[in-house]
């Protein structure tokens, strides 16, 4: 079935007046995908011709919206990047501006560590805590420390490696206060992973020492200590 022309038009201006970015962005991508992901939307364009014949303005607009919705879903779906895809293209712009390699490190390692593919995490990670100490002064880097002990962290608790996790976890409790972990607090994936290990001291130290580098305005880390004490586990929801 060809679908009309006044169709496209009237699809493309209620997606341009929704977003007027959707459709240039689309055009610029090319716009084609396989036609049969296109094809539950033929009934209603049918429809919307079968409205638009008899003069049924009320059903022509609601088939409108019902078509304009699909579009948007199939181009939602057109720029969903993968995390390998992502890490892709963080690769290649850290390569094309290396002067400003620091600012991709931290996304580099957490793309590669949502890859699962431990390899490349476990070497960002690495780089990081290597870093050359003109570099140290920037910003960005105390954060990046903790990213890096916490990460390489949690790639040791799943080779079984509890004694490496436990050491990377009090290692990024001793990372240097910045406004970026003030802000963000710990990540406590790791620390619950070793209370699941029976690591319990370990975890009460690490909480302690993420008193120095976090504000935690709810009081979280006392309230995580009391459960952990009576030999439970906390959910740690809330950071």
Known sequence: MNIPLFLVVLTAFSLSAQDPKSTSAVATAGGRVDPARLSSLKPAAQQLTDALDSGDLGTALNLVDEITRGLRLEKAGMYKRTSQQQLADLEQKANSNPRNRIYFLGPMLSAAYDAGDANKADAYA??????????????????????????????????????????????????????????????????????????????????????????????????????????????????
């Not at 990081?128 to 903790?146: C, H, M, Q, R, W």
């Not at 799943?158 to 490496?164: M, N, T």
């Not at 130290?205 to 200590?225: A, R, S, Y």
């Open 126 to 239: 690495r780089e990081i805590l290597g870093i050359s100490e003109d570099l140290k002064a920037n910003s960005t880097y105390p954060f990046l420390v903790y990213l890096a002990n916490d990460t390489l962290g949690r790639l040791a608790l799943v080779k079984g490696d509890v004694a490496g996790a436990r050491y990377y976890l009090l290692q990024s409790g001793h990372t240097k206060a910045s406004p970026d972990l003030k802000r963000r607090g710990p990540n406590t994936e790791l620390a619950k992973g070793l209370l699941e290990h029976g690591e319990r001291q370990a975890v009460l130290d690490f909480l302690e020492l993420c008193k120095t580098f976090w504000d935690d305005p709810n009081g979280l880390i006392d309230q995580w200590v009391a459960v952990i004490k009576i030999g439970r586990i906390p959910d740690f929801r809330g950071v």
